[in-house]
């Protein structure tokens, strides 16, 4: 039987994972700094989790997601991010009631959307994001945007582009959306479907559309930041304010709606401005989404966040031909010839672990020469040779693979001689 890997998916191998794990390394040591707490969630919920979270007029609900009934006759769906869940999970654990607030969390793991693979585009990805519920300080949302640009910038990136913008609150959006239904209804028609029915359902979306991303009349289009009541725009202007006073660069974009519905107020992403990095550029997207946690039953509170994906990092770490230092070579290979330094191979190799050290040996029965190259390409910095001779006098022959330097050494103080020579 001869199967493929499903179409929009990958197989991280060994040689890869490295980087994704100094990636979730990197991460996770930022989450300590700035005080943010893991939560996993199941990676399916109820649909009407997404449905009534990301909303139902979406391209995520609508196209893009991954539902099915399971035995039992329930509808489910892989999760296609992680707001709704992380929500649905504070309201049900009731989180707001705990002390420490606000509630900062954050996830790593596989998403799921049915979209059109291509570069920087999977079926499943995996999205790293914080959300922070209970406060509505425009401080926090500047927080969480420099959060955002710190784990960038600390794996080396620097082709970073900041781009923000304020839906505002449900006044502003309301009267935003009336400016734009009599915007485009006269030239409707000239429109896809898709958007031909957002005009009805959602006419925010049509400023997404990447059908008609061209037409003249989306350049011309009401802009949001016209229709800011006093209050959004003295939000937006402190989240503004705050990004200065930190000296972080960024452009507003008052076209910048993004692709899910729980979104008001402080809306983000994080573009990469290499050159090459294909169609997509867009790395990281967040926002506030006040609002959710009632619309999942819990009591008022406001919330913000943002979320990336580790493969789009690892584009845009390619586009900028940065390597990160993934040491993966061995402290000590053991060499052992004949049936007796075999045995005592498995004892020694033990011990060695036992200590911390990264060592490995030879399985394949092979000769002195094989067992050299093996160590070599293991890159091991010390070999440890044991032979017939060398048991005899109760010694082991150890090998800096560096310096070619070889040393005799008592078998009782092997352990101990290994680890001090790679500095442990
Ligand atoms: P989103 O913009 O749909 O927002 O996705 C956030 C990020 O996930 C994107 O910027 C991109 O890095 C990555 N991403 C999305 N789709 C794919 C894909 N098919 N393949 C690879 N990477 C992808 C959200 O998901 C919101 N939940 C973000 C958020 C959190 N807003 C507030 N809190």
Not at 89 to 115: A, C, D, H, W
Not at 263 to 269: A, G, K, L, Q, S
Not at 355 to 362: C, E, I, K, S
Request: aromatic share 8%; proline share 4%.
């Amino acid at each position: 039987m001869k199967v493929k890997i499903p179409r929009g998916t990958q197989d991280i191998l060994p040689k890869d994972v490295k980087t994704w794990q100094m990636i979730e390394e990197q991460i996770r040591q930022l989450m300590e700094t700035f005080r943010y707490e893991e939560i996993r969630t199941p990676i399916f919920e109820h649909t009407e989790v997404f449905a009534r979270g990301v909303g139902d007029t979406t391209d995520i609900v609508q196209k893009e997601m991954y539902s099915f009934q399971d035995r039992g006759g329930r509808d489910l769906t892989l999760r296609p991010e992680g707001t709704a869940s992380v929500v649905r999970s504070f309201v049900e654990n009731k989180l707001f009631s705990i002390p420490n607030q606000p509630t900062k969390l954050y996830y790593i793991g596989p998403m799921f959307r049915y979209e059109r693979p291509q570069s920087g585009r999977y079926r499943q990805f995996v999205q790293f994001g914080v959300e922070v519920l209970g406060s509505s300080d425009p401080a926090i949302d500047v927080e969480v945007i420099t959060l955002a640009m710190k784990i960038y910038q600390s794996i080396g990136l620097k082709n970073l582009k900041l781009v923000i913008n304020s839906l505002g609150d449900q006044r502003s959006r309301t009267d935003h959306r009336q400016a734009l239904i009599e915007h485009f209804r006269p030239h409707i028609h000239e429109f896809c479907t898709d958007c031909q029915h957002r005009l009805e359902t959602n006419p925010l979306r049509i400023l997404d559309c990447k059908v008609d991303a061209n037409h003249p009349l989306m350049a011309s289009a009401p802009s949001i930041l016209d229709y800011l009541t006093d209050e959004s725009k003295a939000y937006f202007e402190k989240v503004c304010r705050y990004l200065d006073r930190l000296q972080i660069p960024y452009t507003v974009d008052p076209t910048l709606v993004r692709g899910l519905d729980y979104y008001n107020h402080t809306t983000f992403e994080i573009m990469s401005s290499n050159e090459g990095f294909g169609a997509i550029t867009s790395l990281c997207g967040g926002g506030r989404y006040n609002g959710l946690v009632e619309q999942f039953g819990g009591p008022e509170t406001p919330g913000i966040g943002f979320a990336l994906s580790i493969e789009r990092m690892i584009a845009a770490l390619e586009a900028e031909g940065i390597q990160l230092n993934a040491e993966d070579n061995l402290d000590v290979y053991l060499i052992a010839l004949g049936d007796e330094a075999r045995e005592l191979s498995v004892v020694l190799l033990n011990e060695m672990r036992e200590v911390g050290l990264r060592a490995d040996r030879d399985y394949l029965d092979r000769k002195l020469k094989g067992q050299l190259k093996a160590a070599d390409r293991l890159q091991a910095k010390q070999v440890v040779i044991i032979g017939e001779d060398e048991i005899a006098q109760g010694q082991a022959v150890v090998k800096n693979m560096e310096t070619g330097e070889q040393t005799n050494v008592d078998l009782q103080k092997l352990t101990h001689y290994v680890k001090e020579n790679v500095g442990m």
